[in-house]
């Protein structure tokens, strides 16, 4: 638990003392593994979440930071409503099940329509390779390449993908620092 204390100060540190106000979005598939993160942040523990059906939004406010958390799924009919929980951020925490093959084709559409967005062009986007404790865990080379990300790392797009275990504890304080590091 120390550690996690000691990340909750450091993302204090990093968005904390942030100066403007900035939203950022912690998006994903559902059973990514955002609740579960989001709690994490908030008080350090791990507890077992029931997978969110719906893009139900959960908040928290760190210094000017608010961290809002949303489900995208892959249902067409939805698709066109994603862009109302992403357009406004200011940095992206987009999360992949990286344990899971079969959903990649899925977060892959999800990552490209997010990825067309003009206005997002300039917008810090960390992808989280999670449950990359898992041993079925596809690895970061391959889980880029099933995502289509080698076409998409243009030099320009701050785009950057981590691998992360929400559950084991490492490689998402990277990824916060990157995107703390990144935002306008
Ligand atoms: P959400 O739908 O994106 O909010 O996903 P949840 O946070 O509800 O997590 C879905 C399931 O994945 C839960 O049973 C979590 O305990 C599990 N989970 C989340 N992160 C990890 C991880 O890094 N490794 C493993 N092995 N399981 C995880
Ligand atoms: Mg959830």
């Given at each position: 638990m120390e550690y996690f204390s000691g990340f909750f100060t450091g993302i204090l540190k990093l968005f904390g003392f942030y100066s403007k106000e900035a939203t950022v979005v912690l998006i994903?598939?559902?059973?990514?593994g955002k609740t579960t993160l989001q709690y994490k942040l908030r008080t350090g523990e791990s507890y077992s979440f029931v997978?969110?059906?719906?893009?139900q939004e959960q908040e928290i406010t760190i210094g000017n930071v608010k961290l809002q958390t949303w489900d995208l799924g892959g249902h067409k009919a939805v698709r066109k409503l994603w862009k109302q929980y992403y357009?406004?951020?200011?940095g992206i925490v987009f999360v992949v099940d990286a344990a899971d093959k079969s959903r990649l084709p899925e977060a892959k559409k999800v990552l490209n329509f997010i990825l067309k967005e003009?206005?997002?062009?300039e917008t810090p986007i960390a992808i989280l390779g999670n449950?990359?404790?898992?041993?079925e865990a596809v690895p970061m080379q391959k889980l880029q390449e099933e995502l289509g990300l080698p076409k998409l790392l243009d030099a320009y797009r701050k785009i950057k993908v981590f691998n992360t275990s929400v559950t084991e504890g490492y490689g998402y304080p990277t990824a916060f620092e990157w995107i703390a590091a990144n935002l306008p």
């Open positions: 994903g598939l559902d059973n990514a997978p969110t059906q719906k893009p357009r406004t951020a200011d003009d206005a997002l062009v449950k990359s404790d898992k041993k």
